[in-house]
């Protein structure tokens, strides 16, 4: 069981930055890959970003690239999603997840097996 705890999100101006948190168990940490979904008022959960076990490889949605950046750290166990130059389209609920996710798994939400109660982000324009 891995247990997500997010924490970060905020209100801010379009143009604006915000770092998210998710701050995972610690004994199971470094078993999983860790991904970002958001989820706006009726739309499904989309995929944001998603960092490997070893966090040698980063995946990103192209409506973030450039935008967003994901990290990871192993000696407090947290999970990352610094997100700049927002947009009122980047306005949801964002949720940390854990996974062994592959192939086009990484960007579904199938590819996760533990998910945390979800932050709010509200950009205004």
């Known amino acids: 069981q891995v247990q997500l705890v997010e924490s970060g999100g905020g209100l801010v101006q379009a143009g604006g930055s915000l770092k998210l948190s998710c701050a995972a168990s610690?004994?199971?940490?470094?078993?999983?890959?860790m991904g970002w979904f958001r989820q706006a008022p009726g739309k499904e959960r989309e995929f944001v970003a998603a960092?490997?076990?070893?966090?040698?490889?980063?995946y990103y949605a192209d409506s973030v690239k450039g935008r967003f950046a994901i990290s990871r750290d192993y000696a407090k166990n947290m999970v990352y999603l610094q997100m700049n130059s927002l947009e009122p389209e980047d306005t949801a609920v964002y949720y940390c997840?854990?996974?062994?996710?592959?192939?086009?798994?990484?960007?579904?939400?199938?590819?996760?097996?533990?998910w945390g109660q979800g932050t709010q982000v509200t950009v205004s324009s």
């Open positions: 997840a854990a996974g062994s996710p592959y192939a086009s798994r990484w960007y579904s939400v199938d590819g996760y097996d533990y």
């Open positions: 610690r004994r199971t940490f470094s078993n999983y890959a």
């Open positions: 960092i490997s076990r070893s966090g040698a490889t980063t």
